[in-house]
């Protein structure tokens, strides 16, 4: 029973260098989103995909683009890393349902030097 | 977005209740109260949600006012695996079910 599983776990990259996070679900779910969770601070949305084929910016989408390869996976993409983003990442996923919850993987830590 | 206010920290003893507290006095009719926890920089856990109702499940109690502008999450027996930082979310009822974080309650179970 895996639920969303993310890689990688760790990756330190240096200023400029690309890097894509990986998220995959495997509930069905339709609906799948990317956070950032600064130390000491809540997490903030960067994007999300409603349903497969559409994504939407979040609360802080500047320097990231995203894909919704498919309805299991949904990509994040760093093209040029700076410091100010390293942090935590998480991949979340929900069904169709605007009252139903999220479900969470364990999080990508990246630092950026 | 409704905004919540929940406080910093608290504490309990092993084996007691822990209630954990939120406003939200500018919550909408049509949005859901939900609560999450998140141990140690795992990833978030979903706990409870509801409405207006109070709600029970096999992890907590969620007791809405009837006013609706306050909620307080009930851990009927904490024990030390539910210390943790504790989020209070008034869903945003828009396209995406976006979920809004604070910076949560940190609950220290006390042994």
């Known amino acids: 029973n895996a639920g969303v599983t993310q890689t990688p776990k760790f990756q330190v990259l240096k200023t400029g260098q690309s890097m894509t996070l990986q998220c995959a679900q495997d509930?069905?779910?339709?609906?799948m989103y990317w956070y950032r969770q600064d130390p000491g601070m809540g997490l903030r949305l960067i994007y999300y995909?409603?349903?497969?084929?559409?994504?939407d910016k979040g609360e802080v989408p500047n320097g990231y683009n995203v894909s919704r390869l498919n309805k299991r996976e949904f990509s994040l993409r760093l093209e040029s890393a700076a410091p100010s983003q390293t942090s935590v990442y998480f991949c979340?996923?929900?069904?169709?349902?605007?009252?139903?919850?999220?479900?969470f993987g364990d999080g990508t830590r990246l630092s950026i030097l | 977005d409704a905004k919540t206010t929940q406080p910093t920290s608290m504490d309990c003893a092993e084996g007691r209740a822990a209630n954990l507290p939120c406003n939200h006095s500018?919550?909408?009719?049509?949005?859901?109260v939900y609560w999450y926890r998140q141990i140690h920089s795992q990833g978030p856990q979903y706990i409870i949600h509801?409405?207006?109702n109070n709600e029970t499940n096999e992890m907590a109690s969620l007791i809405i006012t009837e006013d609706r502008k306050s909620s307080t999450l009930i851990l009927p027996h904490a024990t030390l695996r539910d210390t943790a930082v504790y989020y209070c979310?008034?869903?945003?009822?828009?396209?995406?079910?976006?979920?809004?974080f604070g910076t949560g309650t940190r609950l220290a179970v006390r042994p």
């Open positions: 500018t919550i909408s009719g049509n949005e859901y």
């Open positions: 995909s409603a349903s497969e084929g559409t994504t």
């Open positions: 509801g409405l207006k």
């Open positions: 979340a996923s929900s069904p169709y349902s605007s009252n139903q919850p999220q479900h």
């Open positions: 509930m069905n779910h339709n609906s």
């Open positions: 979310i008034v869903r945003v009822r828009s396209s995406g079910d976006k979920l809004t």
